[in-house]
C-alpha cells in the first residue's frame, strides 16, 4: 500500500490523502477485493491535543464504485482511493499543522 498526499491538486484550496493497493507477494493469501478500515492522523506539530483524525470504512457502495481500486492488482499498482478535500491549505497553516515546512501525517 503507498499513501499519496496531493497538495492542491485541482486548485481548489485542499489537500487530499489517498491510498493505493500495490501488487505484492503475497497477494494470492489476501482475501479479494480489500476491505479494511483506513484512519488518517494529521498531527498537530504544536500542540498534540488537537490533531485532526479522518476516519473511513471501505463500503460495499465503495466496491461498486471503485472496483479498479479495491481489487487484486493486475499491474504495478490499482488507482487510488481517498479523500480529495481532507483539509483546506488554510487549516494547515492555520492550526498549526505545518512546522518548517513539514506536515506528519499517521496512517492505521
Not at 494470492?28 to 506539530?45: E, G, S, V
Amino acid at each position: 500500500c503507498q499513501l499519496y498526499i496531493i497538495w492542491d491538486y485541482n486548485n481548489t484550496g485542499n489537500v487530499g490523502v489517498f491510498i493505493v493497493i500495490m501488487r505484492g507477494d503475497f497477494d494470492a493469501k489476501l482475501h479479494w477485493p480489500i476491505r479494511c478500515r483506513c484512519t488518517f492522523i494529521l498531527a498537530n506539530q504544536i500542540d498534540s491535543e488537537d490533531n485532526l483524525v479522518e476516519s473511513d470504512e471501505i463500503t460495499k457502495e465503495d466496491l461498486e464504485e471503485y472496483p479498479e481500486c479495491l481489487n487484486r492488482p493486475t499491474e504495478y499498482r490499482n488507482d487510488g482511493l481517498g479523500r480529495s478535500s481532507f483539509i483546506s491549505n488554510t487549516d494547515i497553516l492555520g492550526r498549526k499543522y505545518c512546522k518548517q515546512d513539514s506536515i506528519t501525517l499517521h496512517t492505521s
